[in-house]
């Protein structure tokens, strides 16, 4: 693999991650704004903050299995949150945004040669 084509897909990553930081904020300062603080999808919100910021910020947490396990387990609290309370539209595409942006991230960064 071409060192152009490693550093496009590093840059990829780190794009989507801002991204995701970016979306997720709004996320959780939307929920606030609206007077809906929702301990569940905001949990599951703090989780992939937490692993966009790491991706970003922490090049030893540029590893597959962190932006993956974040979209996981966001994707889980907000699950048991729509069984408990229902979804509206927005949230349930904010959800759906999120864990395929994590996933994406994933993806990239398990195809960076280490």
């Not at 609206?34 to 989780?47: A, C, F, K, T």
């Not at 910021?53 to 597959?64: E, F, I, K, Q």
């Given at each position: 693999?071409r ?46 903050l ?10 030893v947490?540029r590893?597959a ?21 229902g ?28």
């Amino acid at each position: 693999m071409r060192n152009s084509d490693v550093h496009s897909r590093s840059r990829s990553a780190l794009v989507l991650s801002a991204i995701l930081a970016a979306l997720t904020v709004f996320d959780i300062v939307l929920h606030v704004a609206i007077d809906q603080v929702e301990p569940l999808r905001i949990s599951g919100n703090l989780v992939v903050l937490a692993a966009a910021l790491a991706v970003l910020l922490v090049p030893v947490a540029r590893r597959a299995w962190i932006p993956a396990l974040a979209g996981a387990i966001s994707l889980a609290l907000n699950l048991v949150f729509v069984a408990r309370e229902g979804i509206g539209t927005m949230g349930a595409i904010l959800v759906a945004v999120s864990t395929a942006m994590c996933a994406a991230i994933a993806i990239v960064l398990a195809r960076q040669p280490r």
